[in-house]
């Protein structure tokens, strides 16, 4: 048995939904404004479905619309980015999103090119990055902004501190790395080719595992006390799912993790919905 805080991203977003996001969209009603998601999801891939289910039923839980726009595999790129545009111009859509992956036919860079950036509620077009690097008020990228929702959230400083980040996609490490420096943390960032990644964690206060490749990360790698926060997510061949970290090593020496699944998943689902009320408000 240990003393190790579990950081659950279930509750907290349970908890902010509640507290902070049901009274905005409820002050947005007396204005006569509903907040609108369009997802729009190509194919019939299973795990996408599944992300696309959650968004829905969190929208719900919040009192706003959230629409699924289905398209066959076979969709041209044209069409998708006439829908995109379409979107662009309805003032009854707030936010819109487009399922990853995408058939190979359909530039993904094509694509965040056409979303208007007061509409990217994933914070994924060029202008959005652009201004989280800045450090501007923008629409952030979920999974990089739900991760700093919840260290803060479970009472944890970033102020300071030493952030590893391991892993730097555009989707996770780049950003997540960013925005801990704007909160003033003093950031490493690590890769595949980075060298002796063990003497880069051990100063760390604060973990951010990224990379992709299950039970990456164990416990003996792990500073005593530290904050882990697992951002992987995999299916064993058991059928569970597990993180980017050794769960049952890391939760030996850790000041505080947080599990998968029930940790940054539900806090991405969270920012997107958050990014989607933010973007109501301001038009
Ligand atoms: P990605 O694009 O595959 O990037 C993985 C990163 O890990 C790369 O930067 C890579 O370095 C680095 N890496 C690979 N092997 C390494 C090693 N041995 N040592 C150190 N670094 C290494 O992955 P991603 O999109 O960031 O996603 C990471 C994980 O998070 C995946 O499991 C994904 O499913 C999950 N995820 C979860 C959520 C959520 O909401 N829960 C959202 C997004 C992603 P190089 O750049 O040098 O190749």
């Not at 995109?84 to 819109?96: L, P, T």
Request: charged letters at 25%; aromatic letters at 4%; glycine letters at 8%.
């Amino acid at each position: 048995m240990t003393n190790t805080q579990i950081i659950s991203g279930k509750d907290i977003a349970t908890h902010l939904l509640e507290t902070k996001l049901v009274p905005r969209v409820n002050t947005l009603k007396e204005k006569g404004i509903t907040p609108k998601l369009v997802v729009i999801l190509v194919g019939d891939h299973p795990a996408s479905a599944s992300y696309v289910r959650q968004k829905e039923k969190f929208a719900d839980k919040c009192g706003i619309i959230a629409e699924t726009w289905r398209y066959e595999a076979e969709v041209t790129e044209k069409k998708i980015l006439e829908e995109i545009e379409r979107i662009n111009k309805d003032k009854e859509i707030h936010g819109v999103i487009v399922q990853l992956p995408l058939p190979d036919h359909i530039s993904i860079q094509k694509v965040l090119n056409t979303i208007h950036p007061s509409k990217d509620v994933d914070g994924f077009t060029p202008n959005n990055i652009g201004e989280l690097f800045l450090g501007e008020p923008t629409l952030q990228c979920c999974t990089p902004k739900g991760i700093i929702t919840m260290i803060k959230e479970s009472g944890h400083e970033l102020s300071g501190k030493n952030v590893t980040v391991i892993g730097r996609s555009n989707i996770v490490g780049k950003p997540v790395a960013m925005l801990a420096l704007n909160e003033s943390a003093t950031v490493t960032i690590c890769h595949s080719r980075t060298k002796n990644l063990n003497e880069h964690l051990e100063k760390s206060d604060i973990i951010i595992v990224a990379v992709g490749i299950p039970e990456f990360l164990k416990g003996d790698q792990i500073p005593a006390g530290a904050v882990v926060i697992d951002v992987g997510i995999h299916r064993k061949d058991d059928g569970k799912l597990c993180g980017d970290v050794e769960f049952e090593s890391a939760v030996e020496v850790a000041g505080a993790i947080s599990p998968v699944p029930g940790g940054v998943g539900p806090m991405t689902v969270y920012s997107l919905i958050e990014n989607t009320i933010e973007s109501a408000e301001r038009n």
